[in-house]
């Protein structure tokens, strides 16, 4: 595929998948199409070369876990990062998709990888008042010690943005959360 060809491709998948409201099933048969017609994409592509967004990216931020594990049959790399360093598994953290995030757990995500901001997936789940998600993530043994740019834990950023968030996690997770 030339490069002008790879572009163009990457515009219409963008275009179809960065919306919301597009159902499994119709992602499903674009990604069929895809690989139908261009046996050899590469899952890595960056889809939105600006933001560097892979379809493992996208399809984590809006929880569609049956895509995600299917994506898995390409081997895309599990910690692909966006211009941010943001890893699927912080999108669907954020997004508190509990399925997604077991999907990437299982395919070997790492669960305390670290954003620009040295920000982890608990702590952007944290940021985003995702309380199943920061649940999930701390029976998964997320590391709760980590500090971030402004030099705060999992912890100190319950404790400021979702206070109930904050009191409902020490309770559940008294040795993790102080």
Known sequence: MDPQQLKNVNK???????????????????????????????????????????LLHINSQFGRSNIVQGLFQQKPQVDIKDINDRTPLHYAAMSGNV????????????INAVTLGN??????????????????LLQHNANTNIKNSLNQTVSDILRIS??????KMKQEFPNLIH
């Not at 963008?14 to 990604?31: C, P």
């Not at 608990?122 to 309380?131: E, G, V």
């Open 162 to 167: 979702h206070p109930n968030l904050y009191q």
């Open 119 to 136: 920000e982890t997936p608990l702590m952007k789940a944290a940021q985003f008042n995702q309380q199943k998600a920061v649940s999930f």
């Open 12 to 54: 219409t998948i963008w275009e179809h998948l960065s919306k919301a409201e597009t159902t499994e099933q119709n992602v499903a048969k674009l990604i069929n199409q895809l690989y139908q017609n261009f046996p050899n994409y590469d899952i890595n592509n960056y889809v939105n070369p600006y933001l560097k967004l892979s």
């Open 99 to 110: 399925d997604t995030i077991k999907v990437l757990i299982q395919n070997g995500a790492n």
